[in-house]
């Protein structure tokens, strides 16, 4: 299986106040943090990051692809659907996460990919919650996605309910990540402070 990586980094931050990409988490910005992590499970070459029409980004390794979404405020599925055309033909499945998790597990990764297996979506999910962005999508969703976003239905859960979706319990992952860390996006500025502690830099 040729892996690949979708990084969403358009979302308009308003409950933290400012551009999560940017921000700074320890020595690095929190979105190389988080191409740093995933590259320790997929290519750089094979990573695509997903921003806004006019949004600054960090300095990011040449390989990597940037690609620009030009419809915002449409959640992740635009997103989604603009990362799916960036990396046509160079992977078979793809992880997707946001750019505000920067206690990401890379053995989390690894897992979620076995866990595809014949399936077209392997998510995780919290009782009725599930995790679109912490998923592995196979790179055949983008047509079902572009149909949904032409139907103006945006929320993942319409892609979870028409394809062969593995729904995986959150507690079948502590094994490669304990305190479910790849899960803990950061909205607020006390998320922030919180995961700033917990990987050991100060606030």
């Not at 590259?39 to 990597?64: H, Y």
């Not at 998790?101 to 053995?107: G, I, M, R």
């Not at 014949?118 to 998510?123: M, Q």
């Not at 860390?181 to 606030?203: C, H, I, V």
Request: charged content about 25%.
């Amino acid at each position: 299986m040729r892996r690949g990586g979708i990084i969403l980094c358009g979302g308009k931050s308003s409950r933290m106040r400012r551009d999560k990409a940017t921000l700074p988490f320890g020595p690095e910005a929190m979105l190389q943090r988080i191409v740093r992590l995933l590259n320790e499970v997929v290519d750089l070459d094979k990573l695509i990051v997903v921003a806004a029409a006019n949004q600054p980004l960090p300095t990011l390794p040449a390989e990597i692809t940037i690609a620009r979404d030009d419809h915002p405020e449409r959640g992740p599925l635009e997103g989604m659907a603009a990362g799916f055309r960036a990396i046509a033909g160079r992977a078979d499945a793809v992880f997707v996460t946001g750019c505000d998790v920067p206690l990401l597990v890379p053995a989390f990764v690894e897992k979620m990919f076995e866990l595809l297996a014949d399936y077209e979506i392997a998510v995780p999910r919290d009782g009725e919650f599930h995790h679109p962005l912490a998923a592995v999508y196979r790179t055949s969703v983008l047509a079902p996605i572009e149909k949904l976003l032409a139907a103006d239905r945006l929320r993942p859960r319409f892609l979870f309910d028409q394809l062969c979706t593995r729904e995986v319990p959150v507690d079948d992952l502590r094994s490669v990540d304990p305190q479910l860390a790849t899960l803990k996006n950061l909205n607020r500025p006390q998320d922030y402070f919180e995961a700033l502690a917990m990987a050991g830099f100060n606030s």
